[in-house]
């Protein structure tokens, strides 16, 4: 048996017959007939009836280990559950995008373009996709080199370094290329959030000193455009002073930190916006502030506005200080709370870990107020008896119980003003005193970059999952040749079969 198996083996493994793979396999053919014979003629023996009942102990044992072990793989094959036991979880799809696939209602094709061979990596994530989404995402990897007439349907231009995944929905179509880089899921998510959600557009308000747009340096807000773009969600310029009306495909109107005020006429252009059901963002940054041996002049006392004039009419009221907290805060910045002191909201604050603001303001509720408007603050400071609103602007840091304002103190509120039936559609607002949150320099840490994602998602009115950029992960793989992948699968088909056989001998013969 030993001979005969060895023989066998080396053939799958070497893929040829070779003189010791033949010499091998005729030696253990003979052994075993030999042995046969020396036991005698088989069709002349008669089995006693002990014998008639352990041979039939040993095809049930066989029988019911051949089903345990078709059971056991077709239970892993259909049951969710799995264990990814690489450090990074390479192999797991994170929650947010297992709970966006598992809701996906339009069927969606990934179509991968792969010249040779494709890497395991790359069929194992698609098989991921599938099992998820219910078989609503079908997938599929072709060699457009020797598939050239069903890869032209795509347009593609056929190279020996193609690497491309299309991404189809109805008529919507996202191309994914990675052929520099090894596709990951985010690029694949993003795409498939690409092709099935509603495409919405946030404009934000330039021309008062706001945080620029498209900066890359620490104040820009490039990092958050791009984020919002992968998530459908595209972001666009407005100078009022020029366009004069709010554009009608705006979803959100972002104001994001000006330094100087806005004229009558935009803030007139702003109100009408909201009044008739328009969305918005206000990002108000932080009061300047001194010391005591340098006063504040008159144009730094009026720097960094905080539009009270359209946020009164809207109940809220934004004060002209700066939130302290010594027992939760950014660094050695007491002026930069970190807090996890959320107001529940499933849209927006559920599950978020600690967010930090830079110098934010407190906000009070105004008692005169429409009936119909109802508001919230969404982010308190995260302590009690360690936090309050500093009214000196000196920096002159100390707890005033006759003019500050005791914690937990509310940095962000959200507006809400359901219209009446047959009116236009409700008026969402957020505010929050600091914009620095959302900057290139502070958006990556903590959950800084999911609250931002969140109150977009929120104010456009639609309710799903927003999908963060993952840091790349590091992945080392081991890679084999075809020979040495049949060795292994050798060994690992003769390790069982060589216990079961042993542990049968020993069996029969106790």
Not at 33 to 45: D, E, P, T, V
Not at 59 to 75: E, R, W
Not at 91 to 114: D, I, K, M, W
Not at 490 to 495: N, P, R, S
Request: aromatic share 10%; net charge negative; charged share 25%.
């Amino acid at each position: 048996m030993v001979c005969l198996t060895w023989g066998i083996v080396s053939f799958y493994v070497e893929q040829r017959f070779s003189v010791l793979t033949i010499s091998l396999s005729l030696l253990g053919l003979v052994s075993l007939l030999i042995c046969f014979i020396h036991k005698g003629k088989f069709s002349q023996r008669h089995f006693k009836l002990s014998q008639w009942k352990k041979a039939g102990v040993i095809l049930t044992v066989v029988f019911l280990s051949v089903v345990f072990s078709a059971g056991i793989n077709y239970l892993a094959y259909s049951l969710p559950w799995r264990w990814d036991v690489t450090r990074a979880k390479q192999h797991t799809l994170t929650a947010s995008t297992a709970e966006f696939v598992a809701g996906l209602t339009p069927p969606v094709q990934l179509t991968a373009l792969y010249v040779g061979l494709p890497p395991k990596y790359l069929e194992d994530l698609f098989k991921e996709y599938e099992r998820i989404s219910g078989g609503n995402i079908k997938t599929e990897i072709i060699d457009p080199i020797e598939q050239i007439g069903y890869a032209a349907q795509f347009g593609s231009v056929i190279n020996s370094q193609e690497r491309k995944v299309v991404v189809c929905a109805g008529d919507e179509r996202r191309d994914i290329d990675f052929t520099q880089a090894a596709l990951s899921e985010e690029q694949l998510t993003n795409a498939i959030v690409r092709v099935t959600r509603e495409e919405r557009h946030v404009y934000f308000l330039t021309g008062h000193g706001e945080f620029a747009l498209a900066s890359e340096e620490n104040q820009g807000f490039s990092l958050f455009a791009k984020l919002l773009e992968s998530n459908n969600t595209i972001s666009k310029t407005l100078m009022l002073g020029v366009e004069e009306n709010i554009p009608e495909d705006c979803d959100v109107l972002i104001i994001a930190g000006p330094r100087n005020d806005l004229t009558k006429k935009e803030e007139a252009a702003i109100e009408g916006y909201l009044k008739k059901g328009g969305d918005a963002l206000f990002l108000i940054e932080h009061v300047i502030v001194t010391t005591p041996d340098k006063p504040l002049t008159d144009e730094e006392k009026h720097k960094n506005p905080s539009l009270n004039s359209i946020l009164n009419q809207w109940g809220v009221n934004v004060e002209s200080d700066m939130v302290i907290d010594l027992s939760s805060h950014a660094g050695s910045d007491v002026g930069s709370p970190a807090t996890r002191n959320y107001m529940r909201h499933k849209a927006i604050t559920e599950g978020l870990d600690y967010t930090f603001y830079v110098r934010p303001r407190s906000m009070t509720v105004l008692d005169e107020r429409r009936s119909s408007i109802k508001l919230a603050p969404i982010v308190l400071t995260a302590t009690k008896e360690n936090s309050w609103a500093e009214t000196n602007r000196a920096l002159e840091i100390h707890f005033d119980e006759t003019v500050d304002t005791p914690g937990p103190v509310p940095i962000s509120f959200v507006i809400w003003e359901e219209k009446e039936e047959g009116d236009q559609s409700d008026t969402r607002i957020i505010v929050f005193t600091d914009a620095d949150f959302l900057t290139n320099v502070y958006i990556d840490q903590y959950s800084n970059a999911e609250m931002g994602l969140n109150i977009i998602n929120w104010l456009s009115e639609l309710d799903y999952k927003v999908f963060l950029d993952q840091k790349e992960i590091k992945v080392e793989r081991l890679d084999l040749t075809s020979k040495q992948r049949r060795q292994i699968a050798a060994l690992l088909f003769l390790m069982p079969v060589f216990i079961a056989a042993g542990g049968l001998v020993a069996w029969m013969k106790s």
